[in-house]
């Protein structure tokens, strides 16, 4: 056998816009998703939902399902409990049933599961199955859900007047957190000279992915093996609470999340329609389909937001902020779904204070239940950043309002400055580093903002409408460390195997799973950086827990904060074992061997280098004596702290006064996520982002009428922004890395969604604040905006 050629010939490592490893498959149509995959002798599920949001279940006939040719079984919530399956622990350690046992808490509730040959058969059985209701009052508005005559929820846990976060005030009420200290807050607001309050709703949104979820189960009976297959952002996790729920050794449980068709958070939990595949499985002893339609998904999977918040600002006269006071009532539907570390019941919603210097603030949030689908769940982003970012940065122009200042010199005169890092914020966390105002200052120079003031004069003297909004948010990403994030008791860290081959490829794996963030490309870019290696020759494996090594999964940002740290570490380790290979190889002592331009080199004498690949050729055929052969490790990585990305964004509208059309005209978005790996993924995710923020701001909401009724089950109610809506975006970068983070870098996925909101709603309210415009609620729709026009005289 000849020696390869061993001279790398396309090194791709960090800042390089290479385009995705991963899309040449999902281009050709070659993607392997969920309902791609079929197994000899497969059965369908379909589920049965309520017609009601509340209502006893008198009785549930299952006859003349059974009846339909191809039908094999239908069980409900009897069936589970004898199984000792009949509720999952939410993310929150709350217990949802899977189906629902006596009476249904939500309008589509899952009531039965019917299995059959064909997904037909089993739609049809699903509709046969006859269950009879008594409906029951219901709750729909959270600040009556604690009202004295509310009607009692969770007949499960009526009783129980304390929680896993404190005392429980009433059956509806499911926990009150707080941080900062309220008596120094409210001294420090009473001794302001200025102070502004609102109130304010970050409306329930949900991420509508165009592949809704969907799992397979299959139990072999013959080997006791358990491959799930499931659309998950974090298969480990799921292995390790399917493990404890079904008692099944984690060996014999083998999750597999395949190719994801968006997750967006919405593939975080774990559904009723996943158990009942597994459990049908398990009881049927063959694979069983479960996938779900447009609407189970818009209806019964994940929903984000549901805030309802109010604020009290206070300030100097010329404009310094002095101390934030903030109330939420959090709506979290009918069983607590939030996923959010057991630390942190209300998530990271403290980093509300944002990019300012509050000496003082104060935070309270109530979560409770209504007869809605469990809420709290993740939407880009997990843990509460995006409500919080929301609420300061449109409060802060509130505040400029009252103070008749400019939004970005209000905002100027109160960003943390680069010497004050690491910054303690008053709700408690510690910022890695950030120059806001250098980035503020690059998009206000980038979007011309003095001329479009100047243009905005002259537009309103002509009874024009047009606004500026500015959001200048800071975020917090990366969960763990372990020290204080876990999510039912499993610590939040990650890890990363590298295998590099004797011939100079290699195979990467991490226990993040990527749905379309791009993982297959920068995970390798990483490793193509701190080894030497050829981007082309590195694969990169995510979601099977047989063979990744465990992690937390994708969402919140945390892949690069944490995956991407471990991927550098462990290649890091794995140079530092080839630094002796390549030292033997060199024939001088590992202290005269420098890595030098992605080789290893003698020191000081260039001509005498090797590579990575002939380092890895060596460590499997010609290993130094007494050194263990081979070139692979794996690295468990737990950052020291969280990330703190930032942005700048800048907006200009037009509105027409005759329809209450809002234009967006420019839109501006300056992010700053650190180093920077991959610049054309980091702009695609950027320009998602601000697409789903454009989304939330003015087009969707899930409603529901005062009977519970879901108002948004399909895409003719519940709004996806096309080519046609969406904005041109004007993306730009400055670049503070992070001080922790082994290769600087900071999460970017979710920054766009957070940020860009406030800079929306501020531009649409700064176009209407001389008509006497404070606030609009999201979504900011042509009606809402007609309706505000002509109750300010305008026709
Ligand atoms: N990146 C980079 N340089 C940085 C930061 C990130 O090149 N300084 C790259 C990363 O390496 C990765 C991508 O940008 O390829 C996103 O990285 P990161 O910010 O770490 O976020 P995650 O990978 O953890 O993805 C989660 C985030 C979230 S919270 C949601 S929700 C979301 C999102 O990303 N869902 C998505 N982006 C999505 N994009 C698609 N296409 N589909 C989804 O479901």
Not at 125 to 142: I, K, R
Not at 370 to 379: H, L, M
């Amino acid at each position: 056998v000849q020696t390869p050629n061993l001279e790398p010939k396309g090194i791709q490592g960090l800042g390089k816009a290479i385009k995705r490893k991963e899309d040449a498959r999902f281009i050709v149509g070659k993607g392997n998703y969920l309902d791609d995959i079929n197994l000899p002798g497969m059965l369908y599920m379909a589920l049965v939902h309520s017609p009601y949001a509340h209502a006893k279940i008198l009785n549930i006939d299952t006859s003349e399902a059974l009846k339909i040719p191809g039908v094999k079984a239908v069980i409900t919530a009897k069936d589970l409990a004898a199984a000792g399956l009949s509720w999952i622990p939410t993310l929150a350690g709350d217990k949802q049933m899977v189906l629902a046992d006596g009476k249904v808490l939500y309008q589509h509730q899952e009531v039965a599961a019917v299995y059959a040959e064909t997904r037909q058969a089993a739609a049809d059985g699903a509709a046969a199955v006859q269950v009879e209701y008594e409906p029951l009052p219901v709750v729909v508005d959270p600040y009556k859900a604690t009202a004295p005559d509310a009607p009692v929820l969770r007949e499960d846990i009526k009783d129980q007047m304390s929680g896993a976060h404190g005392p429980r005030r009433h059956p509806n009420h499911i926990w009150t957190w707080e941080v900062g200290s309220k008596d120094e807050t409210e001294k420090a607001l009473a001794q302001s000279e200025v102070r502004i309050k609102q109130h304010m709703v970050y409306p329930r949104s949900h991420p509508a992915p165009l592949e809704p979820c969907g799992c397979i189960g299959d139990m072999n009976r013959a080997t006791g093996r358990l491959t799930v297959y499931m659309t998950t952002q974090a298969p480990h996790a799921i292995r390790t609470v399917l493990s404890l729920v079904t008692k099944i050794p984690e060996n014999n449980i083998r999750v597999i999340s395949p190719d994801i068709g968006g997750g967006f958070g919405n593939k975080v939990p774990v559904y009723p329609g996943y158990v009942c595949a597994i459990v049908g499985s398990i009881v049927l002893g063959a694979p069983v389909k479960w996938v779900e339609t447009r609407t189970e998904n818009l209806t019964t999977t994940g929903f984000a937001r549901d805030f309802h918040m109010d604020i009290e600002i206070g300030a100097t006269k010329d404009g310094r902020v002095t101390a934030m006071k903030v109330y939420t009532l959090a709506d979290h539907g009918a069983f607590d779904a939030a996923a959010d570390p057991s630390k942190y019941p209300a998530g990271l919603f403290s980093i509300c204070t944002g990019s300012y210097d509050f000496q003082k603030a104060y935070a309270q949030v109530e979560a409770v239940y209504t007869n809605k689908a469990p809420g709290g769940v993740a939407y880009r982003c997990s843990f509460r950043v995006t409500e919080a970012s929301y609420l300061i940065e449109r409060s802060m122009d509130v505040l400029a309002h009252e103070l008749k200042m400019d939004p970005a010199e209000l905002r100027l005169k109160n960003f943390i400055q680069p010497h004050q890092f690491p910054y303690p914020s008053a709700l408690g966390w510690t910022y890695d580093s950030g120059d806001y105002e250098k980035t503020l200052k690059v998009a206000l120079e980038r979007i011309g903002y003095h001329e479009l003031r100047k243009e905005q004069a002259e537009k309103r003297a002509r009874g024009e409408l047009m606004g500026i909004g500015i959001s200048t948010f800071t975020e917090i990403v990366g969960a763990g460390p372990s020290k204080d994030f876990d999510i039912l008791g499993i610590k939040m860290f990650d890890g990363a195997e590298i295998r590099v081959h004797p011939t100079g490829s290699a195979i990467v794996r991490a226990g993040t799973r990527h749905q379309g963030q791009g993982h297959e490309t920068t995970w390798a870019q990483i490793v193509s950086e701190e080894l030497g290696l050829d981007v082309d020759k590195i694969i990169v494996e995510e979601g099977d827990t047989d063979t990744a090594p465990y992690g937390l999964g994708t969402y919140a940002s945390r892949s690069t904060p944490t995956a991407g740290g471990a991927m550098a570490l462990a290649a890091r380790r794995i140079r530092e074992k080839a630094k002796k290979i390549a030292a033997h190889l060199l024939e001088v002592g590992e202290n005269d061997v420098e890595w030098v331009d992605k080789k290893f080199q003698v020191k000081g004498v260039p001509g005498k280098s090797v590579t990575m690949n002939e380092v890895a050729f060596a460590a499997y055929t010609n290993p130094p004596p007494g050194l263990e052969p081979g070139l692979e490790t794996t690295y468990y990585y737990d950052p020291p702290n969280l990330t703190f990305p930032h942005g700048a964004y800048v907006c200009v509208v037009d509105i027409d006064k005759g329809t209450g059309e809002v234009k967006v005209r420019r839109f501006v978005a300056i992010d700053d996520c650190g180093t920077i790996i991959n610049p054309m993924i980091v702009e695609g995710q950027v320009h998602g982002g601000l697409t789903e923020g454009f989304a939330m701001a003015f087009m969707q909401e899930i409603a529901f009428d005062e009977q519970g009724n879901h108002l948004a089950s399909n895409f003719t109610d519940y709004l996806l922004p096309t080519a046609l809506e969406t904005p041109k975006w004007e993306t730009g970068h400055t670049v503070t890395p992070s001080p922790h983070h082994p290769i600087g870098a900071k999460g970017v996925g979710e920054s766009p969604t957070v940020g860009s909101p406030a800079a929306f709603v501020n531009a649409v309210v700064d176009a209407l604040a001389h008509l006497g415009v404070r606030h609009i609620d999201m979504p900011i729709t042509r009606e809402k905006v007609w309706r505000v026009l002509r109750s300010a005289g305008i026709d």
